[in-house]
């Protein structure tokens, strides 16, 4: 199973790249966003997702452990293929996603091709548990101003919340509200006690978003 490809971008089209590796090149079908960053003739280096079907081997290339988390998380939300999987991530980012699906906006979801109302109700309903646990990360000012410090710190905080029995993705949105009105330095007790007044705030059975 190919798990990475490094190499040079021989060819790119709509959907697609074709990664010269060694002399032999590789199909990558991937999103409209990591192919924006790909340029012909330039070395890269791709996440791969294979599947396999009846009628081929199919990779698909990711830029970043982000996008490839988001791929996996898709897929498994029944009627969500490669191809509708590659459409949501064209158009919306990660923090996009994680923020439609923890306030649970299906609506927003309907802007991918592919996605219809019942489908988009599905992917919010499947999914708002189960954020937390992908590669993904909660993506807020203070994870893009301190990096992965910031980030580890929201993570703890995150797990905080769901260790005091809130859901992955209420306790995601409390702690990215909280950490918006706080220091880059915050530590992670002011952040979950942030996340907890955020809680607080919201109508029970609300999301926080």
């Known amino acids: 199973m190919i798990a990475k490809l490094a190499g040079v971008i021989d060819s790119l089209s709509e959907s697609s790249a074709i990664v010269d590796v060694g ?17 012909q003739g330039q070395a890269a280096s791709l996440l791969v ?34 191809k509708v999987a590659l459409s ?56 893009a101003r301190e990096g992965e410090t910031g980030d580890r710190r929201l993570h703890e905080a995150v797990s905080a919340l769901v260790n005091l029995g809130y859901g992955a993705g209420e306790a995601m949105a409390a702690v990215a509200r909280a950490a918006r009105g706080q220091a880059a330095n915050a530590k992670v007790e002011v952040l979950i006690r942030g996340g907890l007044k955020e809680l607080a705030r919201a109508p029970a059975g609300e999301a926080v978003g």
């Not at 002399?23 to 790909?38: F, H, K, M, N």
């Not at 937390?132 to 203070?142: R, S, W, Y």
């Open 23 to 39: 002399g032999v090149g590789y199909l990558v079908q991937a999103s409209g966003r990591t192919l924006a960053s790909l340029h």
């Open 88 to 143: 949501m991530l064209t158009v919306f980012s990660s923090d996009d996603l994680t923020h439609a699906i923890v306030a649970s906006d299906a609506a927003a979801l309907k802007r991918a091709p592919g996605v219809g109302a019942k489908l988009a109700a599905r992917i919010v309903v499947e999914l708002k548990d189960k954020i937390g646990a992908v590669d993904l990360g909660v993506v807020h000012p203070l994870a």
């Open 49 to 82: 997702e294979t599947h396999l079907r009846e009628d081929g081997i199919y990779l698909y290339g990711f830029r970043d452990r982000l996008e490839r988390g988001w791929f996996r998380l898709l897929t498994q939300v029944q009627g969500v293929g490669p």
